[in-house]
């Protein structure tokens, strides 16, 4: 999909995000002109994950009001220290998605998702009923998942041989895998889940992949061997990534959601 100019002209997060995940700067630049593109400028945002990736300082410098969670007060810490020059309304609470029950009903015209946080819950459920809660009308879910099926990642364990790794987004078990410096459990929720649990509150607005055709993070080694092929699958993706199928043959997918009034 491509977006118009404006959006896809937005300011890339800052060099804290590629200190963090050097292989995702242009994934992460995707993934904020597609929040641009569909938030209602100057409303009130959730961050999700605000510790951990920059969309906090990202979102405050566009404009709009953000209260950003993590469950880990060191990042909480440094999050605050990167955004005490934006000149926004930003804050930050250390707090886990069990606990959004502390929030007040409609208080927020958007909830953004960062790269996989849903994929660390095992049951949605009770997850998209506080959603539901804490959005105002027409307000947007923004969720970029890990997918289950990853064309790129599955040839590249085939061709190295490891069969098992191949099919390891297929378990239905929590796949334990690295996350920052520890490992973490990860469940990679389909599709068809998020429309199941979005049933009666939520529309679809928008699917997209990502990865289609590029590396995902765990083969990062291939974006410095050879860079000019991967730039070229970037443009490539960048025209198929909302069609119908292809759209989630990617490690990631969005999807954005809004809310029934």
């Known amino acids: 999909m491509n977006f118009p100019r404006s959006h896809s002209e937005a300011p890339s997060a800052g060099e804290s995000t590629r200190r963090l995940d050097p292989a995702l700067p242009g994934v992460r630049k995707r993934l904020h002109a597609l929040l641009l593109y569909h938030l209602r400028m100057g409303g009130r945002v959730l961050d999700l994950q605000g510790g951990y990736r920059a969309t906090d ?57 960062d790269l996989g946080t849903l994929n660390h819950v095992q049951n949605l459920r009770p997850v998209f ?6 959005l105002r009308d027409n307000g947007t879910l923004f969720l970029p998942m890990m997918n289950r099926f990853s064309v790129a990642e599955t040839l590249a364990y085939i061709r190295r041989g490891r069969l098992k790794d191949a099919w390891r987004r297929w378990v239905t078990a ?53 860079p000019h092929i991967i730039s070229f699958a970037h443009g490539i993706e960048r025209a198929i990534d909302s069609y119908p199928f292809i759209s989630l043959l990617g490690g990631y997918f969005v999807v954005v959601l809004e809310k029934f009034e």
């Open 129 to 134: 009923k506080q959603f539901s809660r804490l």
């Open 174 to 226: 929590g796949e334990g895998v690295p996350f920052v410096s520890q490992e973490a459990l990860v469940w990679f929720h389909p599709l068809r889940e998020l429309k199941r649990l979005a049933k009666g509150r939520f529309t679809i607005q928008h699917v997209m992949g990502i990865n289609i055709l590029t590396p995902t993070p765990s083969f990062r080694e291939q974006y410095d061997k050879h």
């Open 57 to 113: 300082e990202f979102l405050a410098k566009s404009g709009f009001s953000v209260l950003s969670m993590d469950t880990n007060r060191k990042r909480i810490a440094q999050a605050r220290e990167r955004t005490r020059s934006v000149q926004a309304p930003v804050g930050h609470v250390c707090m886990s998605m069990r606990e959004l029950n502390a929030f007040r009903d409609n208080s927020f015209n958007a909830i953004v998702a």
